[in-house]
């Protein structure tokens, strides 16, 4: 039986191990970066090393940063009285597209409920210092809305709880385009529960 030459082999294996991708994608990929001139595969590469030696989360919120403190600790045009705690900086990128101009937190881990690490294994002293620093008058929970989030938030809520601030948390909805009877139970409650004045 033939076999991959090794290089190659190895290529596909180390693109495996990235996550979503399968074996039939790592293999798609690897053929695409050994077609490309010499000098862009070279981008490639050095731009994963180059990414992952020099970003770091930021001290003071955790966000993605490659200066400490990052540009948005930085920006002094940010209401400092709300506090928006998410799980990923991919989150906050999503966030600031909102026009939400208060400041973050960013968890970075993966919490699940059957994952390997517990909840106090969360270094949750920067948000302790900034909520005891009495300036936060607003947590905004924004975690994602499955079982994991809602451990998640129940867990940060209830330590925040222990400052004078307003808790509050993303409504839930419908999906825009989304179909009522389709939605499902956990979704709806959520969409009821978070109805406004029409
Ligand atoms: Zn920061």
Same mark, same amino acid.
């Given at each position: 039986?033939? &076999? ?17 991708? %399968? ?16 000098? +862009? ?7 994963? @090393?180059?990414? &992952?030696? /020099?970003?770091?989360?930021? !001290?003071?919120?955790?966000? =993605? ?13 940010? #209401? ?22 208060? &400041?973050?937190?960013?968890? /970075?881990? #993966? ?9 106090? +294994?969360? #270094? =949750? ?6 909520? $005891? !620093?009495?300036?936060?008058?607003? *947590? *905004?929970?924004?975690? /994602? ?5 809602? *451990?998640? !938030? ?5 330590? $925040? ?11 839930? %909805? =419908?999906? @825009? ?5 389709? $939605? ?9 529960? %978070?109805?406004?004045?029409?």
């Amino acid at each position: 039986m033939v &076999r991959l030459a090794r290089p190659l082999e190895n290529l596909i294996d180390q693109l495996l191990r990235l996550p979503t991708i %399968g074996p039939k994608t790592a293999q798609r990929l690897a053929l695409y970066i050994l077609k490309l001139p010499v000098d +862009e595969a070279r981008l490639i590469a050095d731009a994963i @090393v180059a990414a &992952r030696e /020099n970003v770091f989360p930021c !001290s003071q919120c955790g966000y =993605l940063t490659d200066t400490d403190p990052c540009s948005l600790c930085l920006d002094t045009q940010r #209401d400092n009285s709300i506090l928006c705690i998410a799980k990923e900086s991919s989150d906050i990128i999503s966030i600031e597209r909102t026009g939400y101009n208060g &400041r973050y937190f960013v968890l /970075n881990k #993966d919490f699940r409920l059957l994952g390997d690490y517990r909840l106090d +294994e969360l #270094d =949750l002293k920067p948000l302790i210092d900034k909520l $005891a !620093s009495g300036e936060i008058k607003e *947590v *905004v929970l924004a975690l /994602n809305p499955d079982i994991d989030g809602e *451990v998640l !938030s129940r867990y940060i809520a209830d330590m $925040a709880r222990q400052y004078p601030v307003r808790i509050t948390r993303l409504a839930h %909805g =419908l999906p @825009v385009g989304g179909d009522i009877e389709f $939605a499902d139970e956990i979704t709806l409650r959520r969409a009821i529960e %978070g109805r406004k004045d029409f």
